[in-house]
């Protein structure tokens, strides 16, 4: 076989001749997708138009009260050197207008404690507002004396998916009008969050979670899908820097809209009450408890509560509710929060691998705060990391211990390892592990000894949380 050679200046021509032919598919390829991208900016600019008159920025107006200005006597509110002192703060947050006779909602971390509400509404106007707040979902509703405004469409948050477009508005460091855009980064993300002026944590049992830029200010805001509905009430960041580094969380908006009807008619949540905590069952969850999927209660309820009542106990796993399916936490929760006080549920659980029903008569909320979580966070050892000693006798006789209290107390929480986000801490009783008693140390070590990379330790233990001896259930994935 010959091989004719042409000449080099004759394989640039025809090189430069098949690349001239080809420039204008790929300038067409180019043009096309130049104006996809035009779409979708359009689609933006078009989302911010319509939804910046609807959000609002929110300023919250607080009066701290100092004990002492001068004077020695520390003890005392009275004599010739006390004098008032009347420190005024003021705090940034967002809102959405979601009636047009002046209701906006937003979370109540923005307006709890406050002296003063003041609305600042995009076309310049600021109205005193007046408020109504629900500690235990986070969520408020404000109230201005202005008609006629530009309301903000509400959408179907169980509807969103991971990897949908995400666009957050509101007013970060007062900057009203801001515009970020990301996409969901995840769903059903369970996060206890501390709140600085209460001194306790905030349980938020479902987030959407976010990379769309999140910044302080921007709690009460909502965060919109392509189509300008509003999926999620933006709340919280993950964040070691105080700014955004991608990691945002929003209330669903469907909580939301259940929430703020309650307070705008009642100015109260007329929520359901089981008394329990649940956790989404999991792949190794799933295993560990003999179900494809529902609620593992976490707690052990109190016996005059309505799941104590109807004989739900500790790692029970809820699969039905009120004729309803449970797969998830946030399923149970929602659900119990939209049942009416006083009214009778069947419940379906699993326990011990077995299929029960039962019935339950649904009370009103306990009114106040929610329950607040004390978790410890830290490192842990390379296997469960947990060091314990025998429970004497004298030590539940002076702590009030139940006495038929059989178990070990945690000594020490050795600082690596597997039990790094665990609630445990030093002085909490372990009663069984992995549904097995551990009335001495000698059992619970050897226990502990066998655990592997890939194991899930399931842990009931009593601890002592605002005066009182309360039994939980912690679960350590052996990572």
């Known amino acids: 076989m010959s091989v004719t050679r042409f000449p080099i200046r004759i394989w640039r021509i025809i090189i430069f001749s098949a690349a001239l032919s080809l420039s204008p598919q790929i300038v ?13 900016q359009n689609t933006f600019v078009s989302i911010a138009q319509r939804l910046e008159p609807a959000v609002v920025t929110v300023i919250s107006e607080r009066v701290i009260h100092a004990h002492f200005v001068g004077g020695s006597d520390q003890g005392s509110q009275t004599g010739p050197n006390f004098t008032p002192n009347f420190l005024r703060t003021e705090g940034t947050g967002s809102g959405i207008i979601i009636r047009a006779d002046g209701w906006i909602l937003t979370n109540d971390h923005v307006v709890d404690g406050a002296n003063r509400v003041v609305v600042k509404l995009r076309d310049g106007r600021e109205f005193d507002g007046t408020w109504y707040g629900d500690f235990r979902s986070d969520l408020a509703v404000i109230h201005i004396p202005a008609t006629n405004l530009p309301v903000a469409t509400l959408g179907d948050s169980s509807q969103a998916q991971i990897g949908q477009w995400a666009i957050a508005i509101g007013s970060p460091f007062q900057f009203a009008g801001t515009v970020s855009v990301g996409v969901i980064s995840s769903l059903h993300r369970r996060e206890e969050i501390p709140d600085v002026e209460r001194r306790m944590y905030r349980l938020y049992p479902d987030l959407i979670q976010t990379d769309a830029a999140i910044n302080p200010g921007n709690s009460g805001g909502p965060l919109v899908d392509i189509s300008g509905k509003v999926i999620g009430l933006n709340t919280a960041i993950r964040t070691d820097t105080g700014g955004s580094v991608g990691i945002g969380f929003a209330i669903p908006i469907n909580i939301a809209r259940y929430v703020a009807g309650e307070l705008i008619e009642n100015h109260k949540v007329n929520a359901g009450y089981l008394g329990i905590d649940p956790t989404t069952v999991t792949p190794p969850l799933s295993t560990a408890y003999h179900v494809s999927s529902g609620a593992l209660i976490l707690n052990e309820p109190d016996p005059s509560s309505p799941a104590g009542k109807a004989g739900l106990r500790i790692e029970d796993v809820v699969t039905r509710y009120d004729n309803h399916s449970v797969t998830s936490e946030s399923d149970l929760r929602e659900a119990i929060m939209e049942t009416p006080p006083g009214t009778k549920v069947g419940i379906t659980y699993v326990r011990n691998g ?30 469960l990391g947990i060091e314990t000693i025998p ?14 209290t059989s178990g070990i107390m945690i000594h020490r929480i050795v600082p690596t390892g597997a039990a790094v986000n665990s609630n445990l801490r030093v002085g909490d009783i372990i009663v069984r592990v992995n549904g097995i008693s551990t009335p001495d140390v000698g059992t619970f070590n050897k226990m502990a000894d066998q655990f592997k990379t890939g194991d899930l330790v399931r842990i009931v233990y009593q601890s002592y949380r605002s005066s009182t001896w309360i039994t939980r259930l912690a679960l350590i994935p052996m990572d």
Do not use: C, W, Y
Request: glycine content about 4%; proline content about 7%.
């Open 354 to 383: 077995e299929a029960h029903s039962t019935t339950a008569t649904i009370t009103a909320a306990p009114s106040g705060t929610s329950s607040p979580t004390e978790r410890i966070h830290t490192d842990q050892p390379v296997k």
């Open 391 to 404: 429970l004497t006798s004298a030590f539940a006789q002076h702590m009030k211990l139940s006495p038929d």
């Open 28 to 40: 067409k390829a180019e043009q096309s997708n130049i104006n996809g991208l035009k779409d979708l």
